[in-house]
């Protein structure tokens, strides 16, 4: 039954004929072996059914008086964890050594899509602007796809991919829409139904979604929910540490009252531009410009208001 022959069938075939896709000539030095030595041998491969599914399968063999006893176990169930478990740490050390988010999230979709039969994800981020949301990765999604949600605003209106990222709530459609099917319609699958979870922060607030489309003959989703979850956790601890990143840059380079560049990012760049100038017979100007009578505001209204001045003047410079 393991390797979908029967008894019939199996009766009087060779081993190397009966466990398909194993080494046949290991297969006959592993029993003679143990038909030499009374020891035992154990192996697992890949057995391949004649319906063309393919399974994990572990075989003990051992001598006994009048020959040899092969025990066969289906593995496929822990095989298909190491791969997994084996992934995840691929992502996590990925995230550890600041690898590109866009990286890190195609690497989550492509994990959990491998866990899910007939099924592609997409992961969307929250846009620094708070109010639309960018396709982080969908690697197996069609360009039409990205060209929907890319830019999507984010509210109650949005497509059942992006919703979660407003309602902080799991969100499960079929795919009745016509502008969701038009997007979806190069895809090798003919997807019927989306299920996208929120991608929360460590304050509660999302910060992206995940969509997994499938088509209706497919393994239900809700029967893979731990996978899922995991992804998204793994997901929000990359957007996560990214944006920290991001923002410990900028805190670097810039200075925190204004938001202007700093002394340390304008030296950087002077030097950049004086090479250039050097390099192209060029010049460079610095301008400085100054505040008049700045101490007697202070002075007079306060630091407080003083930094009011100051950002102020930011921002009309900046525009």
């Known amino acids: 039954e393991l390797i979908g022959k029967s008894r019939e ?36 491969w890949m057995q391949t059914r004649e319906n063309g599914t393919r399974l994990w399968l572990h075989r003990r063999v051992v001598r006994v008086d009048d020959g040899l006893v092969a025990i066969v176990r289906d593995v ?19 995230i550890a050594t600041s690898a590109p988010l866009e990286d890190i999230l195609d690497s989550i979709v492509r994990v959990l899509q491998s866990q899910i039969s007939r099924c ?29 949600v890319d830019g999507e605003p984010i509210g109650p209106d949005a497509s059942p991919a992006t919703l979660p990222v407003y309602s902080c709530e799991p969100v499960s459609r079929s795919l009745s829409e016509p502008r969701i099917a038009l997007a979806l319609a190069g895809s090798a699958v003919a997807f019927t139904h989306c299920r996208a979870l929120p991608i929360l922060g460590h304050d ?60 340390t990012l304008m030296s950087d760049r ?24 700045f101490k007697i505001i202070n002075d007079s209204l306060g630091h407080s208001a003083g930094d009011d001045l100051l950002r102020e003047t930011a921002v009309r410079m900046a525009n």
């Open 76 to 94: 496929t169930s822990r095989k298909h964890a190491e791969v997994r478990r084996a992934e995840q740490i691929r992502v996590l050390e990925m």
């Open 9 to 44: 069938h199996a009766l009087g075939i060779s081993p190397e004929t009966l466990f398909t896709g194993a080494d046949a000539r290991r297969i006959r030095d592993e029993f003679a072996a143990v038909y030499r030595s009374d020891t035992f041998e154990e192996h697992e």
């Open 270 to 293: 002077l030097e950049q531009m004086m090479l250039q100038a050097q390099r192209y017979e060029r010049s460079v100007a610095v301008v400085f410009v100054d505040l008049d009578n």
């Open 204 to 263: 509660g607030r999302a910060v992206g979604s995940l969509a997994l489309f499938v088509s209706g003959d497919a393994e239900p989703i809700d029967g893979k929910a731990q996978a899922a979850e995991l992804a998204v956790r793994l997901a929000g601890i990359a957007i996560e540490r990214t944006a920290s990143e991001k923002r410990i840059r900028h805190m670097a380079t810039h200075d925190a009252l204004t938001g202007l560049p700093n002394r």
């Open 120 to 148: 592609a994800g997409a992961i969307m981020l929250r846009d620094d602007d708070g109010t639309h949301v960018r396709l982080g990765a969908a690697p197996t999604l069609p360009p039409a796809f990205a060209a929907l």
